[in-house]
């Protein structure tokens, strides 16, 4: 078997190139030069090539194999610097990798800004992100395929999740703004609704199979995502419940109106971190959560954004969720 390179051969290779010479090499390494050009003659003789160029020049210089093995030896080095890291942090307790599972219903806004903190404070923790549906997120979670997730409430009671609220949203019913239910101009009754399209979600989990939340129309086309169900309601095929914070800029710009339909309820929807109770969260999914239990609980509240459909113009001004 041939000799591999070691950490400390590579380690003098990257020094001397940098350096410039053998001697200063052995100033920055605290080493006798001899040492300095042993070590490199020996990487020389098990990488079979010469690395630098030593005749007719005061100092030595990189031939082209040792340009493309500096590359490499700094890669390797870089890598083994990682995993020390990790190393280290898994001695201090820290999650090596994190899996999140995110609701619809969580602010876009929101879940970037807290990844973006996340990322800064954890830069070893490797992170898994789901988005789902409904009861795809606790679906997640029960099945240990997400060690925490942030969405709705449990849809069947489980000992085995531990669920703490840490935030509310909602849903507002919206058509485009050339659909039949926007265009009447006055509040919505029941039999307003009842014949036009109405689009809905399908749960993929499985958890609400036979439940409809808010489905109040005889004609329904039920779509496998809110993202489906988001454009469908924009190109005018249907109205439906999209989460606030989602239409927020198209009913700010008028490409949504929201329609007044006291038929449709508009209570706050609890967000919840959910976990298994036989997995409590390390350092990195403790701050996540403490993380955004502080950013979610900052939402506006129903009644705030209800004050503002009442706002003079054309347009309706939502404020940003989440900020």
Request: net charge negative; glycine share 8%.
């Amino acid at each position: 078997m041939d000799a591999n390179p070691t950490l400390d051969q590579l380690q003098v290779f990257i020094v001397v190139a940098e350096t410039g010479s053998f001697s200063a090499a052995a100033r920055a390494l605290n080493r006798a030069q001899s040492v300095v050009s042993y070590t490199i003659g020996n990487l020389e003789a098990q990488l079979e090539v010469q690395l630098f160029e030593r005749s007719g020049a005061r100092q030595p210089k990189l031939t082209d194999a040792g340009r493309a093995m500096l590359v490499d030896a700094r890669r390797i080095v870089a890598d083994l610097q990682v995993m020390r890291s990790r190393a280290k942090t898994i001695k201090r307790g820290l999650e090596t990798e994190l899996s999140l599972a995110i609701s619809v219903m969580v602010p876009t806004d929101a879940l970037v800004a807290e990844l973006s903190e996340f990322r800064r404070e954890f830069p070893s923790v490797a992170l898994n992100l789901n988005v789902g549906e409904l009861g795809r997120v606790m679906d997640l979670v029960v099945s240990g395929k997400a060690d925490i997730a942030i969405g709705g409430a449990l849809l069947k009671q489980d000992d085995s999740i531990v669920a703490d609220r840490i935030g509310h949203a909602f849903m507002l019913p919206v058509a485009a703004p050339d659909h039949p239910l926007a265009q009447m101009g006055r509040p919505l009754t029941l039999a307003d609704v009842r014949e036009e399209t109405q689009l809905v979600v399908t749960d993929s989990s499985g958890m609400t199979s036979g439940r409809d939340f808010n489905v109040l129309s005889f004609k329904i086309w039920r779509v496998s995502d809110v993202a489906t169900k988001h454009h469908l309601v924009k190109g005018g095929l249907g109205w439906g419940g999209l989460p606030a914070s989602l239409v927020r800029d198209d009913v700010r710009d008028g490409n949504l109106v929201v329609l007044e339909l006291d038929a449709y309820e508009q209570g706050e929807y609890p967000l919840y971190a959910l976990r298994r109770a036989a997995n409590p969260p390390g350092p990195a999914g403790q701050w996540l959560i403490e993380s955004f239990a502080r950013r979610l609980s900052t939402c506006p509240s129903k009644a705030h954004f209800d004050a503002t459909l009442k706002v003079d113009g054309e347009r309706q001004a939502y404020p940003q969720a989440a900020e």
